[in-house]
């Protein structure tokens, strides 16, 4: 016996309290008989307007998480997502490393974080190099996911973080602020566009972005779900979200 609506997989997925993001956008690139399930990871919507606001909020989501992924844990997933991104670049490829071993030992299934998902997919689009970043975040953010992305081998050009001034405004940032920092980081020099920060909804308009660069735009939801997706042997197409899901 199965599941009934998630016949095929059962994704337990985790989220900050705030994020209103992440669900709409796994939801609506779940195939038939993939379900996700969430958990919410309780932050306040706490005022963030330096680096000490933002790594305080980064503190506050790695006490909570283990509650989230207990809860969650009892609705028998078969795999694990987490819909948060800051952590997962936390202190570069090390520290990415030991926390999917803490999470993969908590819940005892496979795990797909952004840190992993975004690397993964960039490798899948064939000759990535030289990268910019799109985030949500404070400086100290966004010198984490540099590092990351350097210490796993890629040339970042730039980071252009957005300094959203509370966990639930960064959902607020619209399709023309995105559009617009994505024409910012651009250039002849740059090989594809990586936006972080999960809360940020940027899933479709990567998509659209990347037929008028003609370069690969990786939203992290996508990229995230897409891996979750390929590492439990599902590969079906999805349309309307770029060419990850499309061609790899």
């Known amino acids: 016996m199965v599941d ?3 016949h095929r997989k059962k994704f337990a997925v985790i989220a900050p309290s705030t994020n209103t993001s992440v669900q709409p956008e796994f939801d609506a690139m779940a195939p038939p008989g993939v379900t996700n399930h969430m958990s919410r990871i309780f932050i306040p919507d706490m005022a963030v307007n330096n680096d000490e606001d933002f790594s305080e909020l980064v503190r506050l989501i ?6 989230a992924v207990e809860s969650v844990k009892t609705c028998s997933p078969d795999y694990l997502v987490m819909g948060m991104s800051a952590e997962t670049f936390w202190e570069g490829k090390g520290g990415s490393a030991r926390l999917q071993k803490h999470m993969e030992e908590l819940s005892g299934v496979g795990v797909a974080m952004g840190s992993d998902a975004t690397q ?16 949500p975040y404070m400086p100290v953010g966004d ?4 590092g990351f992305f350097e210490d796993v081998g890629f040339d970042v050009k730039v980071v252009h973080g957005l300094k959203c001034k ?5 959902a607020h940032v619209s399709e023309d602020e995105l559009r617009d920092a994505i024409v910012e980081v651009d250039g002849d020099d740059v090989d594809a566009i990586v936006q972080v920060g999960t809360n940020l909804a940027m899933a479709r308009l990567a998509g659209v ?3 008028w660069l ?4 990786i939203a992290i939801n996508t990229a995230t779900y897409w891996y979750a997706l390929r590492q439990n042997g599902i590969d079906d197409k999805v349309s309307g979200f770029g060419s990850l899901l499309t061609l790899h």
């Open 4 to 6: 009934s609506l998630g």
């Open 62 to 67: 790695e006490v909570a998480q283990d509650e």
């Open 120 to 135: 993964a997919a960039l490798k899948a689009c064939g000759g990535i190099r030289r990268i910019a970043v799109i985030s």
């Open 143 to 146: 010198k984490q996911v540099r």
């Open 166 to 170: 509370s966990p639930t405004l960064i």
């Open 209 to 211: 972005a990347e037929e």
């Open 214 to 217: 003609q370069k690969p735009v």
